[in-house]
């Protein structure tokens, strides 16, 4: 986490150390088992922690995430593209974002979830879609790529 | 530039992004605290009328809601680029900074 130095800690009522808590909108537009691809709208540091919530499947699901890379989409004005990476800081229950994902990519969310209407997870034509498969690459797909 | 532990999985294309949010903690130096108005020193920067949160954890994670009234930059003694945040509480808020100051 970004820390300011506790050196510039005063005694008295003032100078002491707190959190601040910051709610960045972001949509989750990739998926895979160890991490995501959000689109923000202002920049978030490589190395920044947080909470990421995101409701699939008609449940609030929840995990801490670690930015991995964040770089202005090109052409879409103030939008960033995040790479995030899934850290396994919880335990893996039902309302965990990675479990989402496993059930998704695995094709047991019908068995595992009942179909919720406001239900917005969809991997395209098929039951899956692979977008780029295994890559080694840094950059994010083009968006070209999105096939929508 | 390291990249053990990127793209060993792969990735799937929502066909419809899901909105969501992140929530990201930083930690801050208090410089005031009143019942009107709390100022801070943020290592980020925060948009006027963003609404966040301070937790003081002299009085046991105590939360205080404010939204953001003023964020401007500064250099702090090391040299780094520091934010000063001029946060006004929102209703509810007042009461807790002021517990919170009497806590102390």
Redesign the interface.
């Known amino acids: 986490?970004?820390?300011?130095?506790r050196?510039?800690?005063r005694s008295g009522?003032?100078?002491?150390?707190?959190?601040?808590?910051?709610?960045?909108?972001?949509?989750?537009?990739?998926?895979?088992?160890?991490?995501c691809?959000?689109?923000?709208p202002?920049r978030?540091?490589s190395g920044?922690?947080?909470?990421?919530?995101?409701?699939?499947a008609g449940l609030l699901r929840v995990d801490d995430?670690r930015v991995?890379r964040c770089q202005q989409r090109p052409g879409a004005g103030s939008v960033f593209q995040i790479?995030a990476?899934l850290l396994k800081t919880r335990r893996l229950g039902r309302r965990t974002i990675r479990i989402a994902v496993g059930d998704?990519?695995s094709g047991t969310r019908a068995s595992a979830y009942a179909p919720h209407p406001s239900e917005?997870?969809?991997?395209?034509d098929g039951p899956?879609?692979?977008?780029?498969?295994?890559?080694?690459?840094?950059a994010p797909?083009l968006m070209s790529?999105?096939?929508? | 530039m390291p990249t053990l532990g990127r793209r060993r999985h792969p990735r799937y294309l929502l066909h419809q992004p899901v909105e969501g949010n992140v929530r990201v903690r930083d930690e801050v130096t208090i410089v005031s605290l009143g019942d009107r108005e709390i100022v801070v020193v943020s290592p980020e920067a925060c948009r006027p009328d963003e609404n966040v949160s301070l937790e003081i954890p002299n009085s046991g994670r105590f939360r205080v809601n404010a939204k953001v009234a003023e964020s401007r930059p500064l250099v702090a003694e090391d040299g780094a680029i520091r934010h000063r945040l001029r946060l006004v509480p929102s209703s509810g808020g007042t009461e807790a900074a002021a517990a919170a100051e009497e806590r102390r």
């Open positions: 986490m970004n820390g300011t130095p050196a510039t800690r009522g003032h100078g002491h150390v707190a959190t601040l808590v910051r709610s960045v909108p972001v949509r989750l537009v990739e998926i895979s088992r160890g991490g691809r959000l689109e923000c202002r978030l540091e920044t922690n947080g909470l990421l919530a995101v409701e699939l995430i991995a790479g990476e998704i990519i917005t997870m969809s991997l395209g899956q879609k692979e977008v780029n498969g295994r890559s080694d690459g840094r797909p790529d999105r096939g929508s």
